[in-house]
């Protein structure tokens, strides 16, 4: 690798040319890599506005069932490990599929996204004050362009500094371009990229607490939680979902019926809501 005097946007640092590759078809971007906190990262992203141009990209049509799966995940932990009558914030939201579906199984969940149009989770936008118990942060880190800077503003959120958030790490080698889907250069949007290394070093700014399980599931958090209870709950998610899909009563029909009195849904929309939730 080439020395080149570039900064990194994590820690400062000076960073290492890994290689460059074109980007949205026709931007050739070089990826450079920290010494320091380990963080893979493409140059300054001046493609971004035309990146997000349409905050989901017409090639990911895993996107209800990639929700699902986390949702899934998501909601054993945030039962057995956070406040689960608090309100919690779903950072980066997209659309608001991922917190429609927490509300479903119960939780108070608002969304906020700076690109996307929220439309699964209409009347449930997240409120810029520190109300918050915690929030989740689903594929959303690989798309900082200022990981630190960000980080900041969503504890404008919080008033317990939580986070249950999903990336892929690249490990202990940096995949080749050919050979790690997760560059998505088609995009555009994913900038930074993660390793266990970055993850501490960013935990440690802000005295935070990190569980990860190595791939793509990590917590941030102010207390400390024995490791074998998140590997428990890691491992054992599908069947605790149930446990905790019984025990809350689901926020479907009730909020069906408050954006109703706001006059922001149809009565059209109750009835098929409630055939079916009935059904």
Known sequence: MKQLQEQCRLCGNSLEYVFSHPVLGKYNVKYFVCGNCA????????????????????ADTGIFSRNINISKTASVFMYFLFFRAGKFIDYGGGHGIFTRLMRDVGFDFYSFDKYAEN???????????????????????EHF???????????????NKNILFTTELYGNHIPH?????????????HVSFYNVKTLYWMAKQFNLHLWTDGRSLHCF???RFPRWKLKLLKRFN??????????????????????LSYNKLSPVSEAITEERETG
């Open 39 to 58: 963080l893979l990262q493409t140059e300054k992203p001046y493609w971004l506005d035309e990146a997000y141009s349409s905050a989901t990209s017409a």
């Open 119 to 141: 439309l699964f989770a209409r009347g449930f936008e997240a409120k810029k004050l520190p109300v918050y118990d915690g929030a989740t942060a689903i594929e959303v880190f």
């Open 145 to 159: 362009d200022d990981p630190l800077k960000t980080m900041e503003e969503m504890f404008n959120y919080l008033k």
């Open 177 to 189: 371009p050919d050979h790690w889907r997760y560059y998505v250069f088609n995009t555009g949007q």
């Open 221 to 223: 958090t102010e207390k």
């Open 238 to 259: 599908k069947i605790l979902f149930y446990y905790v899909n019984r025990c809350l009563p689901s926020r479907t029909i009730p909020d069906s019926k408050i954006n």
